[in-house]
Nanobody
Framework: QLQLVESGGGLVQPGGSLRLSCTAS????????IGWFRQAPGKEREGLSY??????????????YYSNSVEGRFTISSDRAKNMVYLKMNSLQHEETAVYYC?????????????????????????WGQGTLVTLSS
């Protein structure tokens, strides 16, 4: 099965906030890097943020990262008991209308490299959700 399901998208006015959820089934998120991505109409998929899973092994549990486009406005978090990851989005703008995806990868490099570099190759991510649509009102 190994499934990710996003929820929480919808219509929001410019300047508004929304919280997205990503629920995993068939595997445990704490063994993975979890990333949030989005794809706007006619645009490439963009990496937004990621959170580490079992990074406590390296004494860096829960390390997070944000792309320049969302730094200071978005917050990624997780709930280990619920096997969920969240993305709180503030000060949303019209240009951020997009399908938002969560993704999971057990290897240490794929998601961090994609989010940090801005170059997203979906083939190298183990698990993708089907996305949830966020629409900014006119």
């Amino acid at each position: 099965q190994l499934q990710l399901v996003e929820s929480g998208g919808g219509l929001v006015q410019p300047g508004g906030s929304l919280r997205l959820s990503c629920t995993a089934s068939g595997f445990t998120l704490d063994s993975y890097y979890i990333g949030w991505f989005r794809q706007a109409p006619g645009k490439e998929r963009e990496g937004l943020s990621y959170i580490e899973g079992l990074s406590y092994i390296n004494n860096r549990d829960g390390t997070t990262y944000y792309s320049n486009s969302v730094e200071g406005r978005f917050t990624i978090s997780s709930d280990r008991a619920k096997n969920m990851v969240y993305l709180k989005m503030n000060s949303l703008q019209h240009e951020e209308t997009a399908v938002y995806y969560c993704a999971a990868e057990r290897h240490a490099s794929s998601i961090p490299i994609m989010v940090r570099s801005g170059v997203v190759d979906t083939r190298w991510i183990e698990h993708w959700g089907q996305g949830t649509l966020v629409t900014l009102s006119s």
